[in-house]
């Protein structure tokens, strides 16, 4: 029997370092070592896994009493790169200062569509080759031993925290929120056709976002929040005919929030917040380049806002009302011109009252008692 799954994820191997020994496992398709307090370097024996769709090493790392905390480190992800197979790695919190390539190696995984990792993103971070095909492109699944076991991945998609079990194989995403990166957006970033959710939220990226992001016409959920970025919000946003979750707050953005085919459904102030230079629809109570004042402390010009609402309302009903008595009046008047259609108009009158009456002195007698003989 060949093992295809292994986890030993959530134990405490009190900082022992990974052992090479699981690189001989060949035939292993699943690999989670997250939150088992490993140290060391990942073991160069684990490119011998060739197999392997699914690779979690996150999370790891032991406080020595005399070195203090010392993480899981990566010398050299060459040996990873040569998984054909791989689709899904989380390096998280996993320490690449000295795999100094390591973004070259991502870059020869052809199968990689999950990717998470603490780190630098240099340019060639665009080029990730399984991630550039959209959703209807073939991508690898794990079928021959679900029944055992549910592959899991946890990622922050839409603002909130999901784990994708048996529609994994189906999403393409990037999550790098919560690092220390910095530096501007790769342009490259907008070669990945097939991205479904991308998150960088929470680091110190600065520059402006990328101008034709619209590229990425399968993305689905875009969370930019609590960077430096600066700058317009992109036209090419509003033609995402698929994203329906968008967070831009705290942000250095300015200029106009735009209105578009997408983004007329984004109602909540809150993914613009932070950003004190921007204005416009479909907050028309928003600020116009005061720094002192906020989405949410604009009162007076709300108080307008809705006093112009209720204003309207007035209008409509007023015209209602006039439109209804100009009829009434009108028909009245064709009545008194008109003795032909008055004749007929109350002609019609009291056949309609007769009609009723007959019908329900003819039920009335249906229901009531016969009289005794």
């Known amino acids: 029997m060949h093992l295809k799954y292994l986890d030993l994820s959530l134990n405490n191997f009190f900082g022992a370092r990974i052992p ?80 100094a390539n390591w973004l070259h190696e991502m870059n020869m995984l052809p199968s990689l569509l999950d990717l998470h990792l603490s780190g630098a993103l240099p340019p060639l971070f665009g080029n990730l080759s399984a991630m550039k095909r959209t959703q209807n492109a073939e991508k690898p699944m794990l079928t021959d031993f679900n029944a055992y076991y549910t592959e899991g991945l946890v990622m922050t998609t839409k603002g ?42 929470n680091n110190h990226f600065t520059g402006k976002i990328l101008k034709n992001i619209g590229a990425l016409t399968q993305l689905e959920s875009l969370d930019l929040s609590v960077n430096n970025l600066s700058g317009m919000i992109p036209s090419t946003i509003s033609s995402m005919y698929y994203l329906n979750h968008l967070n831009l707050s705290n942000n250095n953005l300015s200029g106009r929030i735009l209105w578009g085919k997408r983004l007329q459904t984004f109602y909540d102030p809150s993914i613009y917040s932070g950003n004190p230079d921007l204005h416009g629809w479909p907050f028309p109570w928003c600020f116009n380049g005061d720094p002192s004042k906020s989405l949410f402390q604009n009162g007076g010009q709300e108080e307008e806002h809705r006093n112009g609402d209720e204003s309207e309302m007035i209008w409509f009903h007023a015209c209602s009302a006039l439109g209804f008595v100009m009829g009434l009046l009108g028909f009245i008047y064709v009545l008194m011109i008109k003795r032909a259609i008055r004749i007929a108009y109350f002609h019609l009158i009291d056949m309609t009252y007769d009609y009723i009456y007959v019908q329900s002195a003819i039920r009335f007698a249906e229901l009531s008692p016969s009289c005794p003989s």
């Open 160 to 201: 909130i925290e999901i784990e994708y079990t048996s529609v994994l194989s189906f999403v393409m995403s990037i999550d790098l929120s919560r690092n220390n990166l910095s530096g501007i957006i790769p342009i490259a970033l907008v070669n990945l056709h097939g991205l479904c959710f991308l998150n960088l939220s």
């Open 20 to 99: 090479k020994f699981i690189g001989s496992l060949v035939h292993l398709e699943y690999l989670n070592l997250s939150h088992a307090e490993f140290s060391g370097s990942i073991p160069l024996k684990l490119g011998n896994l060739s197999h392997l769709h699914f690779l979690d090493i996150s999370w790891n790392g032991y406080y020595f009493y005399d070195s203090g905390w010392t993480s899981l480190r990566a010398d050299s992800l060459h040996s990873l790169s040569k998984i054909p197979s791989l689709h899904s790695l989380d390096l998280c919190c996993v320490n690449l200062f000295n795999a």
